[in-house]
């Protein structure tokens, strides 16, 4: 265990989507500053080289407030704790957990000290490899309903489709959560076309990276592509293909030829 300073902290670090490209230099920074690191074992061997030396806390997914509960008991005795997720920390990361037991044990406000560095989120990433899908509004929903009803996403995914966002899908589909993907298929078709591009890009700017167009109509069947490390980027009613990229237009007024 390493020596603990006078005053801890905890720092919310993202990765970004993959590969050390993406960490950023004030990430790489602060985690090389940290004596502990605490993260989703799946993830933290993003940090890679910069983990030599520390200590680091791993848990399994599904233990989010337990790692946020050992991060703030670390940082609470003076250590300097990186707590890292991948993408960005507060799109669905850590800062979610930590925040709360922040909230739980009354916080001061300064001790343990909290800062958030950002990451490339996997929204980002998903768009740079498909084209300019986000050219207009757009938005994120989770189709996890572990902790979120189903009731509360089909009506954000009906009020999205209704105001022609552009949408992407965190958290689409795993092997425990399969009709999901349809059942918001189905929603976002009440108001938007069967040849509406959607956008597939899986472990973005990681080794095992898959990228795939297809529209509306044929995502049942490519459905089976579609897991846990996905992002969904489905068009508004203004996007178009273009030499295989996804291309909505800045604005409205110009309708492409295809
Ligand atoms: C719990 S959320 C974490 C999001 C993360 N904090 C971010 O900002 O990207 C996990 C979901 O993010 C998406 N995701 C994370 N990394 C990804 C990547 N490299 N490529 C594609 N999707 C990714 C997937 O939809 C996955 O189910």
């Not at 490519?222 to 996905?230: A, G, K, L, N, S």
Request: hydrophobic share 40%; net charge negative.
């Amino acid at each position: 265990m390493a020596e603990a300073k006078d005053k801890g902290i905890i720092y919310l670090v993202g990765l970004g989507p993959g590969g050390p490209e993406h960490l950023s230099p004030q990430a790489a920074d602060v985690i090389d500053r940290c004596d502990t690191v605490v993260g989703f074992r799946g993830y933290i061997g993003q940090a890679g080289g910069l983990l030599a030396g520390k200590d680091v806390v791993s848990m399994e997914l599904g233990q989010e407030l337990e790692r946020a509960a050992r991060a703030f008991d670390l940082a609470k005795a003076g250590h300097a704790v990186a707590v890292v997720s991948s993408g960005d920390p507060g799109i669905y990361g850590m800062s979610g957990p930590v925040f709360q037991v922040l909230t739980d044990r009354n916080w001061d406000g300064e001790d343990p000290q909290v800062e958030s560095v950002p990451g490339v989120s996997a929204i980002q990433a998903a768009a740079s490899l498909l084209g300019s899908p986000l050219m207009q509004d757009f938005c994120a929903i989770s189709l996890s309903n572990l902790m979120t009803p189903w009731e509360t996403i089909r009506l954000r995914l009906e009020s999205a489709a209704r105001g022609d966002f552009v949408i992407a899908l965190y958290n689409p589909r795993s092997q425990r959560r399969q009709w999901q993907i349809l059942e918001a298929r189905r929603i976002i078709m009440e108001h938007r076309s069967g040849g509406t591009p959607v956008g597939m890009v899986a472990d973005a700017y990681r080794a095992k990276q898959r990228v795939a167009i297809t529209d509306l109509d044929g995502l049942e069947e490519r459905c089976p592509e579609i897991d846990m490390v996905t992002t969904v980027i489905i068009g508004n009613s203004t996007t178009y293909l273009h030499q295989g990229r996804m291309v909505t237009p800045r604005g409205y007024e110009k309708k492409h030829p295809e």
